[in-house]
């Protein structure tokens, strides 16, 4: 079955930090570019960080140096590490999948998980 599947997404202090991690099954994960996306309500879905399947990696200018994707190609796995969490992070976040060139229909996404940031 081909599918993203998130968790890690929780309550926490603002300062805090969580790690949110997005096991995919039914792909060659390898292949394919992973983000991270969010969406604050009443806003539209943005994207955070991606990592490529090349490892390359790029960040939206609100997370650079507060947070930071890796892959772990064995576990088939990306993961969102977020550090000094602010109220403004406070989102559903979702994990997307792939492949370079390849049409947007065939995009797979997550169910999503909530980040709540308390000030």
């Known amino acids: 079955q081909v599918q993203l599947v998130e968790s890690g997404g929780g309550l926490v202090q603002a300062g805090g930090s969580l790690r949110l991690s997005c096991a995919a099954s039914?792909?060659?994960?390898?292949?394919?570019?992973m983000d991270w996306y969010r969406q604050a309500p009443g806003k539209q879905r943005e994207l955070v960080a991606g990592?490529?399947?090349?490892?390359?990696?790029n960040y939206a200018d609100s997370v650079k140096g507060r947070f930071t994707i890796s892959r772990d190609n064995a576990k088939n796995t990306v993961y969102l590490q977020m550090n000094n969490l602010k109220p403004e992070d406070t989102a559903v976040y979702y994990c997307?999948?792939?492949?370079?060139?390849?049409?947007?229909?065939?995009?797979?996404w997550g169910q999503g998980t909530l980040v709540t940031v308390s000030s």
């Open positions: 039914g792909i060659r994960f390898s292949s394919y570019d």
């Open positions: 990592i490529r399947s090349g490892g390359s990696t």
């Open positions: 997307n999948a792939k492949v370079a060139g390849a049409p947007r229909s065939l995009e797979l």
